[in-house]
T-cell receptor
């Protein structure tokens, strides 16, 4: 079936460090891929997305590239800030009109 | 544009009691989803509606959970009777097309249920 696997957390970094959160997926066909973020006490917010192979999604300094050959969609940021501390979820939609399938989430904690 | 509204924000009940959650989606969004998010895990789909019809309820524990979306707008999710393992955040989301454009998914703030 369709599924998403994320690296286990928590991830603890110092401010300005480089961030990578790994995400791999299993899906039939050509899914769309998403990263969502959940800040403490808030709801899920779309961070970025990519709808086809080799697409790069980007937002707020975060980037992720849809790699079909490795079935991956790793999230990266060159220099994290304390305000990036949150839980990050990788998700896929295997076809239009279907629900999102989420990974387990990765908690990021950034200290100054 | 107003977001997805959910109520209540918090609910504490004893096991074997019943509880209901309400969701009002984005105006015009045809598709509505209920997710269960257990602490430390990602959201898991419980049920998906398209207008007032059920598209996917394969992961809904139908012996105790029920949901309806009358008139294709608001939706209610009910648990009866509740178990301790139902403690979670229940998220509602909606999605739809407007003038042919896919506006993606919008999530509500959720209802945090604690069963004691």
């Amino acid at each position: 079936g369709n599924s998403v696997t994320q690296m286990e957390g928590p991830v603890t970094l110092s401010e300005e460090a480089f961030l990578t959160i790994n995400c791999t997926y299993t899906a039939t066909g050509y899914p769309s891929l998403f990263w969502y973020v959940q800040y403490p006490g808030e709801g899920l917010q779309l961070l970025l997305k990519a709808t086809k192979a080799d697409d790069k999604g980007s937002n707020k300094g975060f980037e992720a590239t849809y790699r079909k050959e490795t079935t991956s969609f790793h999230l990266e940021k060159g220099s994290v800030q304390v305000s990036d501390s949150a839980v990050y979820f990788c998700a896929l939609r295997y076809q239009a009109g279907t629900a999102l399938i989420f990974g387990k989430g990765t908690t990021l904690s950034v200290s100054s | 544009e107003a977001g997805v509204a959910q109520s209540p924000r918090y609910k504490i009940i004893e096991k074997r009691q019943s509880v209901a959650f309400w969701c009002n989606p984005i105006s015009g969004h045809a598709t509505l989803y209920w997710y269960q998010q257990i602490l430390g895990q990602g959201p898991k789909l419980l049920i998906q509606f398209q207008n007032n019809g059920v598209v996917d309820d394969s992961q809904l524990p139908k012996d105790r959970f029920s949901a309806e979306r009358l008139k294709g707008v608001d939706s209610t999710l009910k648990i009866q009777p509740a178990k301790l393992e139902d403690s979670a955040v229940y998220l509602c989301a909606s999605s739809g097309l407007k003038q042919g454009r896919d506006y993606g998914y919008t999530f509500g703030s959720g209802t945090r249920l604690t069963v004691v």
